[in-house]
T-cell receptor, first 117, second 111 residues
């Protein structure tokens, strides 16, 4: 079955540590996204990538970093510079839209819940 | 660029109808609607493109008024399975190809 796999599902870290969240997809989608979800704030875009070896900052990129070396993989690193990293992180991918420049439907992973102790 | 959703929460009895609204301050190319059940990933419901189209998905339908930069999601004859948080995602006409999500509407359907 095709889909998006995020790992780990739960992660605890101490302050000052970097952690990397994994996101893998076998849907052959070019576009991939990372969102952060906090209670009452919806989904906020951290980073996105439209193609391999290219990515752009979203609304809340500070304290995060990403890489896109392979089409299937889009890992997110939460660095120690992120002031409030405790959150639920969602990775998504999308196929091209029907028209050029259109965002297709997003397919989400199950999410990773990060807690900083 | 985050769209505004209303209401924030609504409680329905089975069989009742509900409307969820999504409003943006930016000119929009498209609006997406997703539903997220507690502890799960959001699931796609539908996309509406500029042109004022309407769409239906079982007893869930939506409209998009591009002039007003607004979209509404209509849930008719609600079922228990409709419970969850509904998010609209808006794609601006100009700028990057990605979605800006609203804060969500929590819908609870009770027997």
């Amino acid at each position: 079955d095709g889909g998006i796999t995020q790992s780990p599902k739960y992660l605890f870290r101490k302050e000052g540590q970097n952690v990397t969240l994994s996101c893998e997809q076998n849907l052959n989608h070019d576009a991939m996204y990372w969102y952060r979800q906090d209670p009452g704030q919806g989904l906020r875009l951290i980073y996105y990538s439209q193609i391999v070896n290219d990515f752009q900052k979203g609304d809340i990129a500070e304290g995060y970093s990403v890489s896109r070396e392979k089409k299937e993989s889009f890992p997110l690193t939460v660095t120690s510079a992120q002031k409030n990293p405790t959150a639920f992180y969602l990775c998504a991918s999308s196929p091209p839209g029907r028209l050029a420049g259109e965002t297709g439907e997003l397919f989400f992973g199950e999410g990773s819940r990060l807690t900083v102790l | 660029q985050q769209p505004v959703q209303s209401p924030q929460a609504v409680i329905l009895r089975e069989g009742e109808d509900a409307v969820i609204n999504c409003s943006s301050s930016k000119a929009l190319y498209s609006v997406h609607w997703y539903r997220q059940k507690h502890g799960e990933a959001p699931v796609f419901l539908m996309i509406l493109l500029k042109g004022g189209e309407q769409k239906g998905h079982d007893k869930i339908s939506a409209s998009f008024n591009e002039k007003k930069q607004q979209s509404s999601l209509y849930l008719t004859a609600s079922q228990l399975s409709y419970s969850g948080t509904y998010f609209c995602g808006t794609e601006p006409q100009t700028g990057a190809n990605n979605l800006f999500f609203g804060t969500g509407t929590r819908l609870t359907v009770i027997p």
